[in-house]
């Protein structure tokens, strides 16, 4: 039985893929939308941070946020892990320290959709060296 | 289930699958199980990144990392540092050769830098045997547009527009050979997919057949529609197991879907495709002795006219179009005939393949803008040669077949 009867079935069943693989598309061009990046070293992924990474991607997934999820080696904030860096399309990193799911679903609904500043940043404490 | 927050892309091309691409594959899922993050991170053979010489390509995504030259053996390391530590392997990075750097994204890299990729846009992007994935980049979505929305005659009405024309080598306006094949009354038309591909060194069809063979039996059922035939014919040479192999797989899958059967779309259209294998003959790639191989002939040109489009495949009026060629039509439909457009030029716009084969350290598939002046295109390959340090830098451009 053919599954695609009308134009209106492939529309659907595009939308119901396309999670499939946004991965792929949102890493084509992740500077166009918010990037998370999770602290994964020993001492980050001994506090949680596989638990917070999977919390993200399932969380920016359920409501359809597209975001970028990247672990990424020791930040060197061991005292705050889990650590992330979040960084908003256009503006500047912010790193937040010892996330848990509550932070986390915080950092999403105040700092990511409203743009309001939470509780737990670290201050940038370092300069890049390009 | 949790939701996937990586996946390997791994080329599944036939030069990378040459290099052992398969076994990679299999070294990494058990790597993966190994470390329990089977649930996590997906593998996925994709078609061909395109640049052959560094294979075989394995690219991490969302971070979009570039491994090249990967072994088997390494495997398990890019998954306990990648995927583990989220640390990148270095010595799996691509080294620019110019400033001795390693670059992890291929967007910044020489060779990728100034492509621009329509028929490719698949390519080392989906896993070409999984229909779905196809779908969920617009996949068929130019047929339905067509088959729906639109009258045959716009259809071909937009493809003028665009100024494709066939990439098999000819030149000749697609749109105006299809408008011919139209006009032609008969009770029975054929599109015929030439995969014939003879020229030596040459494997862009090749690369799209094994990296997005949907796209091509959407535009043949699109060519389909526009002429009025039901029954698509791809010759394809033996020679190609896998683009074959996936071809098949293709086919079935879109047979099971019902955008390749009858009554596509609700719309009372039927379209069917089937394979016929060439014997790897360089004149069948010439369309009248390609027809004639396909009716049980010898491979011979005849002179035309006729030509195929009034008197074709078993003398029906046959529209013969290369496989680059179709890979072409669905972006034209869904995104205009201007998509192609990156230059003021107005002929000829598209976007163009140069297969890069032989004696390079660079050799692979790259696409420029086809109206590119073959000063600017000589100055880039150029470019890219001597970034790439070639003992041979780039002196010569040929624009014909290699043959």
Redesign the interface.
């Known amino acids: 039985m053919?599954?695609?009867?009308?134009?209106d079935d492939?529309?659907k069943?595009?939308d119901q893929?396309?999670?499939?693989?946004s991965?792929?598309e949102?890493?084509?061009n992740?500077e166009s939308m918010v990037q998370i990046k999770v602290?994964?070293?020993t001492c980050g992924i001994a506090s949680g941070a596989k638990e917070i990474?999977?919390f993200f991607?399932?969380e920016f997934?359920n409501q359809g946020l597209d975001a970028?999820?990247?672990?990424?080696?020791c930040m060197g904030y061991c005292y705050a892990e889990p650590t992330i860096e979040v960084t908003k399309p256009g503006e500047k990193p912010l790193v937040f320290g010892n996330v848990t799911t509550d932070k986390a679903m915080e950092i999403i609904e105040k700092y990511i959709k409203e743009g309001e500043l939470v509780d737990g940043i670290i201050p940038d404490s370092y300069e890049t060296i390009e | 289930m949790g939701k996937f927050k990586s996946h390997i892309l791994v080329c599944g091309g036939t030069g990378c699958r040459a290099s052992r691409g398969e076994e990679i594959v299999e070294n990494l899922q058990a790597a993966l199980q190994e470390n329990g993050l089977h649930k996590e991170v997906q593998v996925v053979r994709t078609g061909c990144f395109g640049f052959c010489e560094k294979g075989p390509v394995v690219k991490m995504v969302p971070d979009n990392t570039f491994y090249v030259h990967v072994e088997p053996e390494d495997a398990s390391e890019l998954v306990l540092e990648h995927m583990v530590k989220g640390r990148k392997v270095e010595r799996l990075l691509y080294l620019d050769p110019e400033t001795k750097e390693r670059i992890s994204d291929s967007k910044h890299m020489g060779f990728y830098k100034k492509q621009y990729r329509i028929a490719l846009r698949n390519c080392g992007f989906i896993n070409p045997e999984n229909i779905d994935e196809y779908i969920a980049r617009d996949g068929y979505a130019a047929l339905g547009k067509a088959l729906v929305d639109m009258q045959p005659d716009a259809v071909i009405q937009m493809i003028k527009a665009s100024g494709l024309r066939g990439r098999g080598g000819g030149g000749f306006p697609t749109g105006l050979k299809w408008e011919l094949t139209r006009k032609s009354v008969a009770d029975q038309k054929y599109v015929v997919c030439n995969a014939d591909e003879g020229d030596p060194g040459a494997f862009m069809d090749r690369s799209i057949l094994e990296g997005d063979p949907h796209s091509v039996l959407e535009a043949m059922a699109i060519c389909g529609y526009c002429i009025g035939a039901d029954t698509g014919l791809i010759y394809i040479r033996a020679e190609y197991p896998l683009a074959i192999q996936r071809l098949k797989t293709a086919i079935d899958q879109a047979r099971d879907y019902g955008v390749l059967g009858n009554d596509i779309f609700g719309t009372g259209f039927n379209f069917d495709v089937e394979i016929r294998y060439g014997a790897g003959a360089f004149v069948c790639g010439e369309e009248t002795a390609l027809i004639h191989s396909m009716e049980g002939l010898r491979g011979e040109p005849t002179v035309k006219p006729p030509f195929p489009a009034e008197r074709g495949y078993k003398d029906k009026p046959t529209n013969v179009n290369n496989v680059e060629t179709l890979a072409n039509i669905a972006p034209i439909l869904l995104k205009g005939s201007e998509c192609s457009v990156r230059s003021v030029m107005k002929r000829a716009k598209e976007p163009r393949f140069l297969p890069w084969p032989g004696r390079s350290t660079m050799w692979g598939l790259l696409r420029y803008p086809w109206a590119l002046p073959c000063a600017k295109l000589f100055l880039i390959l150029a470019e890219v040669s001597k970034a790439a340090k070639s003992s041979r830098p780039c002196r010569r451009v040929d624009l014909r077949g290699a043959a």
């Open positions: 053919a599954k695609v009867k009308t134009l492939l529309r069943m595009k893929l396309k999670s499939k693989i991965l792929r949102n890493g084509e992740p602290s994964m070293s990474m999977g991607v399932d997934d970028v999820v990247t672990q990424t080696g």
